[in-house]
């Protein structure tokens, strides 16, 4: 079975294996390591508040830094898969993360925490994120491309329940410093391997087709033309990317839910323990809103071949908006019930926005360069991100409240409603997709 996998053109045709998933598998494991290791810093922001004489809107500042340099690493990792393929960018990438964490654990200052964990660590954990898997998946399915980008980033919400609590349980016995050197640990011995062994670029490259399917629908181990009909003569250019209007309509639906998500993320486990919930309890509930959102990303990306991008991103930002409204009713009313509300209706909205990032991204714009404008979609992502992890900070040390910085995070996630609809991504989309 292992020889099958490592060399999957020796599987014949009349087999109905589809290779296509298990590289959403490698894409959910390695999105649950990029995302349970940057929702980790929410709980290193608790520990590290209390070792070190730092204030919240300088200490949220090291994950903004991160952002940035995930924003300026993130085209050049897409550009170079385009070119490279993903092997040789995301091996390397994980070597670099697993310094990142290994220096992370000697940090004695904040400049030192800014170099080692947002620039050194920030490198690193580009390469197995979003844009990468976005560049590859986009070439392996077309029909079922809601789905297979919904199980995919589900990663992301598993990594986040397995992680965040890990690394509270291991800060309270042993300390942030070890807590660094585990994390390194087991990124050098599962992640690693699944990546050097099992990522494949594109279906062709195995002999395969998208999705594994003819265009009658029936099950074949090569293609004769698979080429991508809409993008067919209309080669993307740098300067036809930032001429389009489609393009800055995604960039702006990104961008907005991107700033509410990461207030979120980053500050949720304090404000918390603000209210009173002990640090365990704490992250145990932002553990819960990763696992709803891992459920709710199959699902909604499910949806979203059906239905339509737009409508499903809709209800899933309701449905956060409802979650970030708990916390508004939390601090107010002092009913700590709220935090499970909050869980469940947050991580539901947060489980629509990665699934429909790179639905909608391959919907408008899949073709040779895609993985260059996807790493253009995620430099917007990364700078909306450190906007948002910053702008909490700052708000709650002169406020003394996280309440305006939830509000914000309404405003930007119904913001973000409005510019997938101006994306339009319904218009695009291929027939058979539909």
Known sequence: MLSSLLNPRRIDGSSRFYYGWIIVAVALVSMAFWLGIRSCFSVFYVALLEEF???RGDSAGVQSMALITYTVVAPMVGGLIDRF???RIVVPGILVLVAGLVLCSTIETLAQFYILYGVVMGTGITC???VTYSAILAHWFEKKRGL???IAVSGMGLGTFFLVPLSQSV???????VTFMVIAALVLVILLP?????????PEDVGQCADGLRADGTFENTCSNNT???SAGDEWTTKKIFLSGRFWALMGFTFFSIIGIWIMLVHNVRFLVDQGIDKMTAALIFAMVGVVSSIFRIFWGWLSDRIGREITFTMGILCGCMGVGSLILLESSGMKWFAYSFFIF?????GVAAPMFIAVAADLFKGKVFGLIYGFVEAGVGIAGAFGAWVAGYIFDKTQSYQMAFILVIVVMLLSCLFIWLAAPRKFRLPSEI
């Open 194 to 202: 699944a990546n050097a062994l099992f990522l494949k670029h594109k």
């Open 128 to 130: 197995i994120g979003i």
């Open 171 to 177: 800060i309270s016995i042993w300390g942030w410093r």
């Open 53 to 55: 004489p730092w204030n």
């Open 148 to 150: 297979a980008s919904g």
């Open 228 to 230: 991508d009909r809409r």
């Open 346 to 350: 947050f991580g539901m909205g947060w």
């Open 85 to 87: 393929g993903p092997r």
